[in-house]
């Protein structure tokens, strides 16, 4: 059913579409007018052929309306996996297909209201014509999108071969060996300690996997394993949230030039940790004072098969320190990010072949099989990235963020509420589609930027490394926490060990809505009185 209900629906909603847009008139309204934000875009857009994206007479079609709703029903899709049981990246990718269908559907107008220059140059002197169009939003406005979605996708790919490559060799034996307490408190603090340092390196996601097998193997048939299951979703989003290679919605902002990796660790780094401090204190006060420990054993894998401690700190240091690398690799050559990654995966993998040389001649396999839900998740991770990016791109092409962005300018007006905003939504719906759009909905204004009759501090939280972008990656990864469906690692947390949504409501969401505001209290507090 679902193998013809996808196809078939596509193509009459494709048909209903285009025979609404040629009969529907919907009305349109302008979306800017005096708005701060909207006049410094306005003002940033000038000289480089984009006045007619931001100019204060632009207005929505009917096609824009329509392909909004198309992104909105999307997104309640994509949140409602744990009741359709349809792979939210199989809908990411259809939708991000639809809506850049859509688009060409009405690609005439957008293209003459916002790269008329540049179609015309395209065009040099020739009539327009439907082949010309099509060609010119494939090769000049899709592409580029593509390449920026390429750009974090080739990243992912080189991270998570280092961390397969780490986890193959025992790397991440080390955390069994150190967290063997039967304190339950004491456990508690170092899973979540060991949680968001590794979250701040690796894949947030890769890291709750590989956290749920260990407490997993721990604590076998233990009814607080929940417990320590929901620690590990809130350190690993928090952790995230502290350096722009741990989440990849902190990479786009980093790929975006929004923020410095620095900057962005030092603002983070007390309000992230004050998210994760308070759920874990409040969490630890509902677990006994022991517990049964079922202290795991090391794989022996043969005389010439098994690392030495020394070679497995080796290899550990090379991945995480190679990563860390990534950051003062982009501003030293300024290449993209990704170029620094492949770099590291590169030299990773010839010390990888040095300390493995005996294992290489013998007759032993050479690698320890990853767990497949684990490689699942990671393809699923990019597959979703890749059609939530799409989605996104194209609906930034009609102009509707503008219009969302300029709406807040002047009826919100404040970077905190809207943070609060929007870590209460991402509770409901995926944080990483939230916190994409979001990002996507304003550019990086100039630091020099001066408007008359502009607020100045307001325009300057939209700078680089300005509040705005800080919030947004604070408020996503955390209010992502609330509710077990608003992030990913949620999801696994789920699936792992069969939790409800009603029980983490009533046993974790209040906890972390108490770290979520205290964290962001201590940011107001330093942003106003410290820095």
């Known amino acids: 059913f679902l193998f013809l209900y996808f196809p078939v629906s596509f193509v009459f909603f494709v048909s209903f579409t285009v025979e609404l847009v040629r009969v529907v008139d919907i009305p349109l309204y302008p979306i800017c007018d005096n708005s701060s934000v909207g006049r410094a875009l ?61 688009y060409m559907v009405a690609g005439k107008q957008y293209v003459e209201m916002m790269y008329a220059e540049e179609y015309a140059d395209f065009l040099g002197g020739n009539a327009s014509n439907v082949t010309s169009l099509k060609n010119f939003i494939a090769n000049y406005i899709f592409i580029g999108h593509v390449a920026d979605i390429c750009q974090i996708v080739l990243y992912l790919l080189a991270t998570m071969s280092i961390v397969d490559l780490l986890n193959t060799n025992g790397c991440f034996d080390f955390i069994s060996e150190w967290i063997t307490t039967r304190n339950s408190k ?27 097998a260990i407490v997993r193997q721990l604590l076998p048939g233990s009814r607080f394993r929940m417990y320590y299951g929901a620690v590990i979703v809130i350190a690993a ?64 894998r043969g005389d010439d098969t098994t690392l030495t ?8 240091f090379v991945g995480i320190g190679g990563l860390w690398f990534i950051p003062t ?16 995966l590169a030299l990773f993998s010839v010390v990888n072949e040095l300390c493995n040389r005996r294992l ?10 990853t767990p497949r839900f684990m ?15 799409m989605a996104i791109s194209a609906i930034q092409e009609t102009g509707a963020l503008y219009t969302v962005a300029v709406w807040c300018d002047q009826y919100i007006h404040n970077i905190y509420v809207y943070s609060l905003i929007l870590g209460g939504i991402s509770a409901f719906l995926d944080n990483v589609a939230l916190v994409l759009t979001s990002i996507s909905m304003y550019d990086v204004v100039g630091m020099a930027e001066s408007i008359p009759g502009m607020d100045p501090e307001y325009l300057r939280s939209f700078a680089l490394n300005g509040q705005y972008w800080q919030l ?42 108490v770290g979520w505001l205290a964290g962001l209290g201590v940011y107001f507090f330093i942003d106003s009185f410290i820095r």
């Open 42 to 102: 306005a003002s940033q857009a000038e000289g480089r052929g984009f006045e007619s994206r931001l100019s204060l007479s632009y207005q929505l079609s009917s096609m824009t309306v329509i392909i909004a709703i198309v992104l909105l029903l999307g997104y309640c899709a994509i949140a409602t996996e744990h009741i359709t049981n349809i792979n939210k990246a199989a809908v990411a990718m259809f939708l991000g297909v639809i809506v850049w269908t859509l």
């Open 186 to 212: 004491r456990l508690l603090w170092m899973v979540a300690f060991i949680t968001y340092v590794l979250s701040a390196n690796l894949d947030n996601l890769t890291t709750a996997l590989m956290m749920f």
């Open 237 to 300: 989003n928090a952790g995230g949230c502290l350096t722009v290679i741990g989440d990849v919605s902190t990479l786009m902002l980093w790929v975006k030039g929004a923020v410095t990796p620095s900057s962005f660790s030092g603002a983070m780094f007390l309000p992230s940790i004050v998210a994760v401090a308070i759920p874990t204190y409040l969490i630890s006060r509902k677990l006994p004072e022991q517990m049964d420990i079922n202290t795991p054993r090391i794989r022996y």
């Open 309 to 316: 401690r020394w070679q497995r700190i080796l290899m550990l």
């Open 329 to 344: 690799f982009h501003n030293l050559t300024k290449l993209p990010p990704f170029v620094g990654a492949l770099c590291v």
């Open 360 to 369: 290489i001649k013998s007759d032993q396999p050479f690698f320890r099989p």
């Open 375 to 389: 490689q699942a998740e990671s393809i699923q991770t990019i597959l979703f990235f890749i059609g939530v990016s």
């Open 472 to 513: 947004v990656a604070y408020s996503g990864g955390i209010g992502g926490c609330l509710l077990s469906i608003g992030s990913t690692a949620g999801y696994a947390l789920m699936k792992s060990e069969n939790v409800s949504i009603w029980w983490y409501f009533r046993h974790i969401s209040g906890k972390v809505m």
